[in-house]
Nanobody, 122 residues
Framework: VQLQASGGGLVQPGGSLRLSCVGS????????IGWFRQAPGKMREGVAC????????YYEESAEGRFTISRDRVKNTVYLQMNSLKTEDTSVYYC????????????????WGQGTQVTVSS
């Protein structure tokens, strides 16, 4: 059972990135999926999540209107489209899978990807 996060990189302020979370050994549609980020010396914080089996989504306040979380059931992948990126979005981004209700609570997640670095800088 494995989650693989990818798609990070270096982008200028105002730019866009799309992160991908691919499931291996688990069908992501059976799990609530969350995207979190963790900067050095800080706690892991939730950015966006999508409900198990459905398409209900929830966003952290600073991500609302800029980020979009979505599923591709055929590809067993959950995406995080990030637009209008800001320097404060710089962090390592992780995807997590939970068997309970998707939320912004990291401790509720059972599986984690390895993280992908997002750097927003001019």
């Amino acid at each position: 059972v494995q989650l693989q996060a990818s798609g990070g990189g270096l982008v200028q302020p105002g730019g866009s990135l799309r992160l991908s979370c691919v499931g291996s050994g688990l069908t992501l549609d059976g799990y609530g999926i969350g995207w979190f980020r963790q900067a050095p010396g800080k706690m892991r914080e939730g950015v966006a999540c999508i409900s198990r089996g459905g398409d209900n989504t929830y966003y952290e306040e600073s991500a609302e209107g800029r980020f979009t979380i979505s599923r591709d059931r055929v590809k067993n992948t959950v995406y995080l489209q990030m637009n209008s990126l800001k320097t404060e979005d710089t962090s390592v981004y992780y995807c997590g899978a939970t068997t309970v209700v998707a939320s912004m609570v990291a401790s509720a997640y059972d599986y984690w990807g390895q993280g992908t670095q997002v750097t927003v800088s001019s």
